[in-house]
Every structure is written in C-alpha cells, then in structure tokens.
C-alpha cells in the first residue's frame, strides 16, 4: 500500500513519524511552499518537509494543489491512500479520487464542533474544557466528511494554544496507529455528522487578537492563551501596540479594587509581580507584555524600565 501524506506544520510531524516508524510505504510528502520568516525573510522549509527529507522522501510542494499540473503530478505516485494533518488548502474533487482507500484526515477538534483552520485556538478562546481529534474521511466540504473515530483530550486552565497543539498532535498520531490497520482491513464503520452541530473555526484574524477589557476577565485570559505562543493578545498603550503574552488565572487571590466607577483598562496596581488592569468584572493581571518595539519580558523586567503608571488606561 502506497501512502501520501500531506501537511505542514509540527502538528502534522508526529503522524508522518509514526507512519514510517510502523513501516507504512511514504510515496511522497505534499506540504506547502518554503515561506520567508523573520526579521531577514529567510526562505524556511515547514516543518513536514524537514521531516521527510530526513527520511528520504520525496517532497511536492505546490502553490496551488488544484491546479492540473499539481493533480498529475501527484497522481503519478498512484497512492491508495492519502493522509492530511492541517495541510492548509482544500483538496479538490480530482485529488479525493485519486486512492482507492479514500483521503483521511487528522482534525483537531471533536467535529462536527468546531470546523476550519482554527480549532485548537479557538476551542481555548472560547473557554472549552475538552478537545480532541477527529479521524475522518475527506470530502469536498471544509472538514464535512465521514467520521471514523475521535479522541478527546482534556484542556487545562494553564494550557495554551501551543501547548494543545503539542498534545492533540501526539493525540492524533496514536489515533490513526489505532485506526489505520483496521481501515485497510476493512472494519472501519464511519459516521456522517450532524449538520446541525456544526460550528466553525476560521482562521484568526487581527481583530481576534484585540482585547476589550470589558469582556470579563475569565474570558480576556483564555483569548489571551488561545493566542499563544504565535501572536499574543494586544491593548494599545499611549497609541501604540502593547501586547499581552501572559496573564495569572483570574480567581481566589487576585487583586481586587472596590471602585466600581474606574474605567475598564485602567492600570490600577504595577509592580514586579504583574499590571493589574481593571476588566468587565474585576481585575487581570498581566505577567509578561511587550510594548512596541521591544521584546517580551516578564512583569519584574518591564518595572526596570517602564514609564507607564497606575491610572492609565489601556484602550
């Protein structure tokens, strides 16, 4: 049997490792196209590619996958089964032909909860408890397909999106180990789902990273780690942008103010512990930040330096 696989970033590394580990025959890897990054704009290979060129595989990496030249290509491999994990575009129609075996794929949300390119995140935005992966057949729709099996995986108050990421990729890997033999046999009983279920993650935005501090403060913390450690939180501080990469778990504790008149966003306590910022229905503290044109530091080595004082409101 001739797999190939599709994916790109580290989620999808532990699947592809575990289909070589367990002797599984990789006709060829498909992931998307070095990008600049950094500062320098160096051309990067994702992190699958690197995988498979340790392993000797062929590499695809088209612009476009629906395109005719990109489909011939990787029909040329002739592959019975084809297996994404967050490849980051749609296979078309004549690429969800090609296998006998059909196209799976490794989803990180429990569909049909949480569709599209942003599950893990926003499944911690919006304060779920539990998570998991999905291992289902690919269809034309954005993750509408058969469902096979699931996996949960439990979301804790100090996880963050990159924490989750690492869990539910490792999660995803032993799912399709457990599955996979019994697909090729032929036992897998797969389950259509429930249109009526259905709720979306699309990809995150700018204004996904803006905090209100209006919102209540149990909520400004979970958008704040479902934001880590790829983009941050931000607040603008004197007009410029000041983000947010860390805050303290609101709860028993936390420092509190009784004057219910202060504007929301308003710094009422700084010192090398945390910025104490007034929210919805209490107080945030923040404990690593960045202002513009800095890097991140911790509360203590922002206190060293910072000309920002209690009173001032964060907008």
């Known amino acids: 049997m001739k797999i190939v696989f599709m994916g790109t970033p580290v989620f999808a590394v532990p699947s592809l490792e575990m289909l070589i580990a367990e002797g599984y025959s990789i006709a060829a890897v498909v992931t998307q196209p070095d990008r600049p990054q950094g500062r320098k704009k160096v051309l990067t290979p994702t992190p699958v590619k690197e995988a498979a060129v ?38 078309p129609k004549s690429v969800l032909e090609l296998p006998a075996l059909g196209c799976l794929n490794v989803h990180g949300s429990l569909l049909p909860a949480y569709r599209g390119g942003a599950p893990i995140q926003r499944s911690i935005i919006n304060g779920e408890a539990v998570t998991g992966i999905t291992l289902m057949y690919m ?52 389950e259509a789902q429930d249109e009526a279920q259905a709720t979306y993650a699309p990809n995150l935005s700018r204004e996904d990273e803006k905090i209100d501090w209006s919102r209540t403060s149990r909520e400004i ?70 202002p513009s044109g800095k890097k991140a530091m911790d509360a203590a080595q922002f206190m060293r330096g910072t000309s920002l004082t209690v009173g001032t409101v964060l907008t």
């Open 54 to 91: 340790r392993h000797g595989i062929p590499v695809l990496q088209p612009q476009r996958l629906r395109s005719p030249e990109a489909v011939a290509e990787l029909a040329e491999y002739k592959p019975d089964l084809i297996v994404t994990a967050a490849y980051g575009q749609i296979l």
């Open 139 to 190: 269809a034309e729709g954005l993750d509408t397909g058969d469902m096979i099996a699931k996996s949960e995986v439990a979301i804790e108050d100090e996880d963050t999106a990159g924490s989750m990421f690492e869990k539910l990729s490792l999660a995803g890997a032993e799912l399709l180990k457990r599955e996979l033999p019994r697909l090729v046999q032929g036992k897998v009983k797969a």
């Open 221 to 290: 913390y979970n958008q704040i780690r479902g934001l880590v450690p790829y983009s941050g939180g931000f607040t603008l501080w004197n007009g410029d942008v000041f983000k947010v990469w860390a805050a303290a778990k609101p709860g028993a504790g936390q420092w509190t103010s009784n004057d219910v008149d202060v504007q929301t966003g308003t710094v009422l306590k700084l010192d090398e512990q945390g910025v104490v910022v007034k929210t919805g229905d209490g107080t945030l503290t923040l404990l690593t930040v960045q």
